[in-house]
């Protein structure tokens, strides 16, 4: 009989650390807010040990900040560091989307333009936190495209670091209409293969973001 593998199970820790990051992106946890850890532990269904590991793995993504002998804080957004952050990655996903053109397989763009629909009707339902999940897959399915490793391990890495940023352009109804419509012009320059185009839309939706973002920010101020 031939040996099965057994059925892998996530340490808590990184399941405490996908939950409180979701937490974090989507406004549960604000900006600045400390973190509770018996309240945490209660709602998580964990003990303080796995919690404490997934609170310094998230600051190690910029997420939460560490207060010596203060416990931890939910870290506030910089508008000057997000700028920096968002101006980079609209670089790397404009190159992406150059290497893309030139080298993704016509499965592959397949495969972006079935999660596009997807996002369209997540879209339709009113559902952010799901239209949000679609959305970063379609970002790094480009990315991962361009078939170029380094490119994609920067990227994740800076990501991480925006994507309260890039959840929170979207809770202006009027701007998240038009991220679907970018998006959708996107995808059509993708399976074009149109370098210069897809290049363009890119980087202007990640400035579009930031426009977005940074009035939000300041509104919350």
Same mark, same amino acid.
């Given at each position: 009989?031939? &040996?099965?593998?057994?059925?892998?199970?996530?340490?808590?820790?990184?399941?405490?650390? %996908?939950?409180?990051?979701?937490?974090?992106?989507?406004?549960?946890?604000?900006?600045?807010? /400390? @973190?509770?850890?018996?309240?945490?532990?209660?709602?998580? #269904?964990?003990?303080?040990?796995?919690?404490?590991?997934?609170?310094?793995?998230?600051?190690?993504?910029?997420?939460?900040?560490?207060?010596?002998?203060?416990?931890?804080?939910?870290?506030?957004?910089?508008?000057?560091?997000?700028?920096?952050?968002?101006?980079?990655?609209?670089?790397?996903?404009?190159?992406?989307?150059?290497?893309?053109?030139?080298?993704?397989?016509?499965?592959?763009?397949?495969?972006? /333009?079935?999660?596009?629909?997807?996002?369209?009707?997540?879209?339709? /339902?009113?559902?952010?936190?799901?239209?949000?999940?679609?959305?970063?897959?379609?970002?790094?399915?480009?990315?991962?495209?361009?078939?170029?490793?380094?490119?994609?391990?920067?990227?994740?890495?800076?990501?991480?670091?925006?994507?309260?940023?890039?959840?929170? &352009?979207? @809770?202006?109804?009027?701007?998240? %209409?038009?991220?679907?419509?970018? #998006?959708?012009?996107? @995808?059509?320059?993708?399976?074009?293969? %149109?370098?210069? /185009?897809?290049?363009? @839309?890119?980087?202007?939706?990640?400035? #579009?973001?930031?426009?977005?973002?940074?009035?939000?920010?300041?509104?919350?101020?």
């Amino acid at each position: 009989m031939q &040996a099965i593998s057994p059925i892998g199970r996530r340490p808590l820790h990184e399941e405490a650390v %996908d939950q409180l990051r979701t937490f974090i992106i989507q406004g549960r946890l604000a900006p600045g807010s /400390r @973190l509770n850890e018996r309240l945490l532990c209660e709602q998580l #269904h964990i003990s303080r040990t796995p919690l404490r590991e997934a609170i310094k793995l998230l600051a190690t993504e910029g997420l939460v900040r560490l207060l010596p002998n203060r416990g931890a804080q939910v870290a506030p957004l910089e508008p000057g560091r997000l700028a920096e952050t968002l101006e980079v990655m609209a670089a790397l996903e404009g190159l992406a989307g150059e290497l893309a053109c030139r080298h993704a397989s016509a499965e592959r763009i397949a495969e972006i /333009r079935a999660l596009h629909e997807e996002m369209v009707v997540m879209h339709a /339902r009113g559902d952010l936190a799901s239209y949000f999940r679609y959305n970063q897959a379609i970002h790094l399915k480009i990315v991962e495209a361009s078939g170029n490793a380094t490119l994609g391990n920067t990227y994740r890495q800076l990501n991480a670091n925006v994507l309260r940023a890039r959840y929170m &352009a979207n @809770l202006s109804r009027e701007r998240w %209409d038009e991220a679907v419509r970018e #998006h959708e012009q996107i @995808l059509d320059a993708l399976e074009a293969r %149109d370098v210069a /185009r897809l290049r363009r @839309l890119l980087h202007d939706h990640l400035a #579009h973001k930031l426009a977005s973002v940074s009035q939000a920010v300041v509104r919350a101020a």
